[in-house]
């Protein structure tokens, strides 16, 4: 098993920036590719962005390509989406979830292990 902690959402106003968290505990995180996916309210789940296990290979949505960064501390067990300094935007607003997987391709919905999900609210 592996747990998965989101943290860092919030309100926070367009144009506005945050940083996404996600603590991995119970397995040797190293051996996890991580994903970042986000749910809208009446939308479909959406894979935001991923990383390779090693952190050597990243996967972005073209919804957020140039404005979010994934990035991993393997050392911290912990994965982090960076949404960048005037960038955020209202649709960007969802519960972002955090999920991990071994193996197979990292642009997918099969991950096996999911956090709890932390909501981010982009409003004036």
């Known amino acids: 098993q592996v747990q998965l902690v989101e943290s860092g959402g919030g309100l926070v106003q367009p144009g506005g920036s945050l940083r996404l968290s996600c603590a991995a505990s119970?397995?040797?995180?190293?051996?996890?590719?991580m994903g970042w996916f986000r749910q809208a309210p009446g939308k479909e789940r959406e894979l935001v962005a991923a990383i390779t296990s090693s952190g050597g290979r990243t996967y972005y949505a073209d919804s957020v390509k140039g404005r979010f960064t994934i990035s991993r501390d393997n050392a911290k067990n912990t994965v982090y989406l960076q949404m960048k300094m005037n960038s955020l935007q209202p649709e960007d607003t969802a519960v972002y979830y955090c999920a991990a997987k071994i193996g197979g391709d990292i642009v997918t919905f099969q991950y096996t292990y999911w956090g709890q999900g932390t909501q981010v609210t982009v409003s004036s």
């Open positions: 119970g397995r040797t995180f190293s051996n996890y590719a």
